[in-house]
């Protein structure tokens, strides 16, 4: 079992940045791959980026690239996704998950655990 735990939403104008933590807790951090997913209001749950169990891969949706880094630190049981270049179209609830199974994937089914979100908004 692994517990998630979200933090480091708010509220910032278009243009800004936030950091964005998950903090792990149970069994090995390092032995299973993270993911970001968000879900803006009335819509489902997508895909943000995902970093492997070393954190040597990384992977990013296309909306995202070039403006969103994640990183994770096994020593604090943390991932991160730093979010630069802010748009109003970024404002949805963002959520961590952890894959079991350690590869680089975007399907929410195969993340086995998934925090509580936290959210970000961006005003224009």
């Known amino acids: 079992q692994v517990q998630l735990v979200e933090s480091g939403g708010g509220l910032v104008q278009a243009g800004g940045s936030l950091r964005l933590s998950c903090a792990a807790s149970?069994?090995?951090?390092?032995?299973?791959?993270m993911g970001w997913f968000r879900q803006a209001p009335g819509k489902e749950r997508e895909f943000v980026s995902a970093?492997?169990?070393?954190?040597?891969?990384?992977y990013y949706d296309d909306s995202v690239k070039g403006r969103f880094t994640i990183s994770r630190d096994n020593a604090k049981n943390t991932v991160y996704l730093q979010m630069n270049s802010l748009k109003p179209e970024d404002t949805a609830v963002y959520y961590c998950?952890?894959?079991?199974?350690?590869?680089?994937?975007?399907?929410?089914?195969?993340?086995?655990?998934w925090g509580q979100g936290t959210q970000v908004t961006v005003s224009s």
């Open positions: 998950a952890a894959d079991a199974v350690g590869s680089l994937r975007h399907r929410e089914m195969e993340y086995d655990y």
């Open positions: 149970g069994r090995i951090f390092s032995s299973y791959a």
């Open positions: 970093i492997s169990r070393t954190g040597g891969r990384t």
